[in-house]
Each structure stands twice: as structure tokens, then as C-alpha cells.
T-cell receptor, first 114, second 114 residues
């Protein structure tokens, strides 16, 4: 079956530090990959996505590259802000027509301190 | 306008009671989902409906019964509430046939069973 493994949190960084949150996956075929973000007290929001190997998703200064050879989709940001404090979820969706079910990682809590 | 709205936002109740959570989406999507997020932030799918028909039903106690009166609504009814049901429940929707099939989440319902 499909699975997503994220680095354990929580992660605490100072403002302007470099962020990496590791994500690896197991799937049959060629899944689409996603990062969702959950700010305190809110629902999940799509942060970025990539649908095929070597695609780079980017949004709000965050980036992640779909690496098929290492089955990874690590999230990076060059300079984090306090407002980036949230829980980050890596997820995958199977390829194929009509695929809809997302498989989530366990989430990584990020706290950014001034 | 909120794309995916859930009510109530907070629900505090006693063990043994029956309660419902409502979800509505105004995105024109044909597929809706219910997720449960436990205290460790782990997100697990419970149900999914496509055009009012059940398409995902994970291992969830029979006390949980989803109902979809139309494509825009997916309600969750829980009978005989137990302490272990305490969690945050998220509704989501997507367009199954869409190229991107991105899931959009509601803000969540925090259920506390006393």
C-alpha cells in the first residue's frame, strides 16, 4: 500500500533560518505529491504540489522537488518567518484516472521564534 | 464566501450522546470527504462520497454514519459517543474528474467527549 514518512517534529527555528522538512514515500506507479500546511486553529491548505518526476512545486518561498530516484519530496525554505509556524503535511495521491484518495504523513510541527 | 464550511466549530458533549457535524461546499465539487485528526495531529480518512454515493469507507465504527443529501453537503452523525471519539474532524471536497483534483479543507470541528 501507499505510505508517506515525514521527519519527526517538532522543529524549532529562529527567524531567517533555513528550513528542510524531509518526506519520503512508497507508492505503486507514479503518484502526485503534495505539501499541505495547517496554521493554528485552521484547516489544511494546499501549499504546493508536483505531479511528475523532477517537477518543482513552489509557493510563498517554499519549494519541493519530486525525486523519483530517491522517492522523496523534501520541503525547503531559505528564510523562515514567524508566520510560517504551522504543521506541515506531506501527502501523495495515486496516479491513474479517477484517483482521489490522499495518503498523508504524520505532520511536522514547525515553530519559528523571533 | 467560505469554500468548505463546517458547523459547529466546537462541540462538547457527554459520553453516550448522539451528535451531528454538518459540512457544505460551494465549489461545485462532486466528491466530499471526512477526516479525523487525533491529538498527535495524525490525519486519517474516514469516508468519501462521490455524487452522493459512498466510495471510501475506512475501518470506522458503525456508530459513525455519513449522509450526503446532495453533492454540496456531507454530514457526519455519531451515535453513542465515546471518549476516544474526541478529535478534530475535517471535511474536504474535490472534483474527482478534474485534472488537478485538489482537496479543499474546512476549518475543522473540535469534538470533546467528556
Amino acid at each position: 500500500g501507499n505510505s508517506v514518512t515525514q521527519m519527526e517534529g517538532p522543529v524549532t527555528l529562529s527567524e531567517e533560518a533555513f528550513l528542510t522538512i524531509n518526506c519520503t514515500y512508497t507508492a505503486t506507479g507514479y503518484p502526485s505529491l503534495f505539501w499541505y500546511v495547517q496554521y493554528p486553529g485552521e484547516g489544511l491548505q494546499l501549499l504546493l504540489k508536483a505531479t511528475k518526476a523532477d517537477d518543482k512545486g513552489s509557493n510563498k518561498g517554499f519549494e519541493a522537488t519530486y525525486r523519483k530516484e530517491t522517492t522523496s519530496f523534501h520541503l525547503e525554505k531559505g528564510s523562515v518567518q514567524v508566520s510560517d509556524s504551522a504543521v506541515y503535511f506531506c501527502a501523495l495521491r495515486d496516479s491513474g484516472a479517477g484517483s482521489y484518495q490522499l495518503t498523508f504523513g504524520k505532520g511536522t510541527k514547525l515553530s519559528v521564534i523571533p | 464566501d467560505t469554500a468548505v464550511s463546517q458547523t459547529p466549530k466546537y462541540l462538547v458533549t457527554q459520553m453516550g450522546n448522539d451528535k451531528s457535524i454538518k459540512c457544505e461546499q460551494n465549489l461545485g465539487h462532486d466528491t466530499m470527504y471526512w477526516y479525523k485528526q487525533d491529538s498527535k495531529k495524525f490525519l486519517k480518512i474516514m469516508f468519501s462520497y462521490n455524487n452522493k454515493e459512498l466510495i471510501i469507507n475506512e475501518t470506522v465504527p458503525n456508530r459513525f454514519s455519513p449522509k450526503s443529501p446532495d453533492k454540496a453537503h456531507l454530514n457526519l452523525h455519531i451515535n453513542s459517543l465515546e471518549l476516544g471519539d474526541s478529535a478534530v474532524y475535517f471535511c474536504a471536497s474535490s472534483s474527482l474528474g478534474g485534472v488537478e483534483n485538489i482537496q479543499y479543507f474546512g476549518a475543522g470541528t473540535r469534538l470533546s467527549v467528556l
